[in-house]
C-alpha cells in the first residue's frame, strides 16, 4: 500500500473523483471523464516514470 | 465545462439569492461538500464530503505535516495556506495532536502532497460553489 505506484493509484483516484464531480454535471458522464481523468494519470506516471529512468540521480 | 442549463441555473439562483453567496462559501470551506449541499447539489456535495476529508486523512495516516504559517520559510508558508483550504479538519487535526509530520517516515512526501492537494482541491470546491451561488453555472 506505501509503495510509490500503490500511492500514485490512490492520489489519482482521489484527483480524478473531485476534478470529474467538479468539471460534469451528470454522473453518468462524470464516470467516464473521472475515469479517463484517472488512465491518463497512471498512464503518464508510468511513462515520465520511465523517461526518468535513465538520468543519473 | 458545461453549464447548467438555463432553467435550472435560474432556479438555482433564485433559491439561493436570499442567502449570501460568501456565507455559502465560508460553509463551503469549512466542511468539504457543505456548499454544495446547501445549494442543492447534493450528489456533488456528497461526493466532496467524503472524497476531500478522506484525502486529507489519508496523507496524516501517511505521516504528512500540518504545516505551521512561518513567514520567514516562503515554501511553508504557501503550504500552511494550501493546508489551510481544507477547512475544519485542518484544526481537528490540529486539536487532537495529528499532523507532527515524521520527516524520518519514508511516506512523509506523500503524506504532505496528499494533505496539501487536499486543500487545493478544497479550494477549487468553494470556487465552484460560489459560481453556483452567483447563478453562472
Partial sequence: MTSHLGLMIVFALFVSTVFATLMRDDPKQQLMFGARLFAGFIASGIVIGWLLYPLPL | ?137
Fill in chain 2, 1 to 137: 465545462m458545461k453549464p447548467h442549463s438555463g432553467p435550472i441555473r435560474a432556479a438555482t439562483a433564485e433559491r439561493v439569492q436570499p442567502v449570501n453567496a460568501f456565507l455559502i462559501c465560508a460553509a463551503a470551506w469549512a466542511v468539504p461538500g457543505l456548499g454544495h449541499l446547501w445549494l442543492g447539489r447534493r450528489q456533488k456535495g456528497i461526493v466532496f464530503l467524503i472524497a476531500v476529508p478522506l484525502m486529507f486523512v489519508f496523507g496524516l495516516w501517511l505521516e504528512g505535516r500540518l504545516f505551521p504559517f512561518q513567514i520567514s520559510e516562503p515554501l511553508v508558508a504557501l503550504a500552511f495556506i494550501a493546508d489551510l483550504g481544507i477547512g475544519l479538519p485542518y484544526f481537528i487535526a490540529k486539536s487532537i495532536g495529528a499532523g507532527a509530520g515524521r520527516v524520518v517516515a519514508i511516506t512523509y512526501e506523500y503524506g504532505n502532497a496528499f494533505v496539501i492537494v487536499a486543500g487545493l482541491l478544497n479550494m477549487l470546491v468553494v470556487l465552484d460553489a460560489f459560481d453556483i451561488a452567483k447563478g453562472r453555472k
